[in-house]
């Protein structure tokens, strides 16, 4: 067992998942990972926060899911040619993609929002257990909180792309981008948020989760030049 919950058949898998999406994962990264969704198993038992409570499926339709977008951040990331990247994660439930996003990119600053104060004390929890000090929560509605500029705002199973940009658009910098965890290309949302809001999809990435057997994308989305 290499936590009370993961085996050491899991660690092979997630070693496995980390090389067919090119992410050079440390040891400490891949410990971080198994101990992150075992203590999140755990707290499910009482506090209900994931609907996934078998190990392996935790695995797969959290973490490797999550994982997915490591690679293409990093690409932004350095393309953009950015030091320390603050990211918002919106409607973070116990924290995904946010928690994966802290353990895999060291020099971001990523903030958890979500509505329901269990999942944001779960994710501040998790945030001292792993000692991530780049990872903190706010119990809010995104809606309500503060504007404040982050270079990336992301959300997975949060809403549909016209509310996240409505919701949650105030909150990108100046350049910066939304980004949209979606199963398959979401033709009719994308034809609403261009027709309805002041965000346009700059690029839509396809993503192979490894042993999920789904369609995945990522849509990027960038606030509209005052002449687009
Ligand atoms: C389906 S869950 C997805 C959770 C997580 N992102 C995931 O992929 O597992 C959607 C989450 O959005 C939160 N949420 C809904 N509306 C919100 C709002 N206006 N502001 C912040 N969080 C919100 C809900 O509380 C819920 O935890």
């Known amino acids: 067992m290499i936590t009370d919950i993961f085996t050491t058949q899991h660690a092979r898998d997630l070693d496995q998942a980390c090389s067919d ?12 990972l198994l101990e992150y969704l075992t203590q999140l198993l755990k707290w499910n038992k009482t506090y209900n926060l994931t609907a996934i409570r078998e190990p392996k499926q935790a695995l797969v339709q959290h973490v490797f899911d999550s994982l997915a977008i490591i690679a ?3 690409k932004h990331i350095k393309e953009q040619n950015l030091n320390t990247i603050r990211i918002l994660d919106v409607g973070s439930g116990a924290g995904l993609p946010g928690v994966v996003i802290a353990i895999m990119i060291p020099n971001t600053e990523v903030t958890c929002v979500d509505t329901v104060g269990k999942k944001m004390t779960f994710v501040r929890q998790i945030a001292g257990v792993l000692k991530l000090s780049n990872l903190s929560a706010i119990q809010s ?11 990336i705002v992301t959300s997975r199973a949060f809403s549909s792309l016209v509310d996240f940009a409505q919701l949650a658009g105030e909150h990108v910098k100046k350049d910066g981008v939304l980004l949209g965890m979606k199963g398959k ?5 994308i034809e609403e948020l261009e027709k ?15 042993e999920l057997n789904a369609q995945r994308c990522l849509v990027w989305m960038k606030k509209k ?3 687009d």
């Open 196 to 210: 309805n809001t002041n965000w346009h999809v700059d690029k839509i990435e396809n993503l192979n989760v490894p």
């Open 21 to 32: 999406l090119a992410l050079q994962a440390t040891n400490e990264e891949k410990k971080q």
């Open 185 to 189: 290309e979401p033709h009719q949302e």
């Open 141 to 151: 509605r995104v809606e309500q909180l503060k504007a404040e500029p982050y270079d």
């Open 72 to 74: 293409p951040l990093l």
């Open 225 to 227: 030049e005052h002449n």
